[in-house]
Structures are given as C-alpha cells and as structure tokens.
C-alpha cells in the first residue's frame, strides 16, 4: 500500500515521504509507503497534477494507492494561480481544494475508464 504526494521542490521529495513513513508506519499495519512526485513548478500545478494523477491512476500498480496528496503553496504561487480578489490563505485553500479536487476527480474517472 502507497499513497502518492505531489510536490513543487527537491527538498519536499527528498524530506517529506521519510518523514510522513517514520511517523505513519509505527502507527500502521500494514507499512504504507509514501512515493513523492515532483512538479515542475507551481505554475503549472492544476495541469501538471492533473496529468500525474492520471498517470498513477494508469500505472500497473494503481491498485496499490490509497490517497494522492498534493501540496499547495498557498502565498508563493503566481498572482494569476488564483481569481484575482483571493489574498488570504484561507480563501486560497477552500478555491484551490474545490478547482484540484474537481479536475483530479474527472482525472481518475478518465484512468479508470481507460483500464475498463
């Protein structure tokens, strides 16, 4: 068992599955690994992540996912990521959930239905 984060730079990929795995794994039964995939940058994030989703959700092993998580620089993004007017985090975040969630939903529809 897997699950899959997206992420924007080297030093989540490196950093961030160890330690999600060392914390995560005491806690579980069985192990679950985490398995990072870097974007190429933050500007292309809703396609770049679109695209990977899809990918994993193809790939031989897709039944092993359990989550992709992606993360989001909600202030280092550039201005036109987000509707103009959306300054604060915490509109940020609820636009970007509902705009990431929707497309990679129809993403993992698309995988699936290329499988079938």
Known sequence: MKFILMVEG????VA???FI???LNPRQTPRIGVKPVKL???GKYLREIVR???DQFSAPD???IIAVIGLLDLYGLP???????LS???ARYEWAKQKVEGEVGEAICWAQQDLD
């Open 16 to 18: 961030l599955p160890m």
């Open 88 to 90: 604060d985090a915490k």
């Open 52 to 54: 990977m989703v899809k």
């Open 79 to 85: 201005d036109d990521f987000f509707p103009s007017g």
């Open 62 to 64: 897709h039944n092993e």
């Open 10 to 13: 080297e030093t989540e990929r």
């Open 40 to 42: 190429r940058g933050s």
């Open 21 to 23: 795995e060392r914390w």
